[in-house]
């Protein structure tokens, strides 16, 4: 149940929590870490998705962190703005941006992210926004951990379909 507005002014004025952004509260002694991160993004930005490096981190299958939270959106979507946590934001059109949603819950946040074959697929048909590099060593880690298979990465990745 939330609080009233009321209640979270008194907290914050007693130092029982800190407040990290609008509607946002942390304890005060907690740490921030890559997942909280990822809640807090998916919190202001409710129509975003995480993706592409920031998904592939998530899912452990590359050591390297993101400076900024990769999400995406729709195609005709509004571009948030807004000052933390640092965003990369990436326009899908349909039917790339419905495909492979899974929902994790994250600090208490229900966190859509997209799964390994459909994040791994959205590596390699973006090479200008990831390196190939990176696209090979997520996938060659996915594989190698049984996180996904070709198979499932080529279901992951839908064809456009002309009318």
């Known amino acids: 149940m939330l609080a009233s507005p009321r209640v979270r002014l008194l907290a914050v004025e007693n130092g029982d929590v800190v407040r990290a952004g609008r509607g946002l509260y942390q304890l005060p002694n907690s740490e921030m870490d890559a997942e909280a991160t990822l809640a807090e993004a998916s919190k202001r930005v409710p129509t975003g998705t995480i993706c592409m490096i920031s998904a592939l981190a998530y899912h452990g299958l590359t050591d390297q962190m993101p400076r900024k939270v990769w999400m995406a959106i729709g195609a005709k979507n509004w571009e948030p703005s807004i000052g933390y946590p ?4 990436i326009r899908f059109r349909s039917p790339y941006l ?3 949603i899974e929902r994790h819950v994250i600090s208490g946040v229900d966190v859509p992210i997209y799964s390994v074959p459909k ?3 959205d590596a390699f048909r973006n090479p200008k926004l990831l390196d ?3 696209a090979i060593e997520c996938l060659r ?3 190698t951990r049984r996180k996904a298979t070709p198979a499932a990465i080529v279901e992951e990745a839908p064809t ?3 009318d």
């Open 132 to 134: 190939r590099s990176v």
């Open 119 to 121: 994040s791994l697929a």
């Open 86 to 89: 640092p965003l990369r934001i």
């Open 98 to 100: 419905e495909y492979g």
């Open 141 to 143: 880690n996915a594989v």
């Open 160 to 162: 456009r379909t002309t």
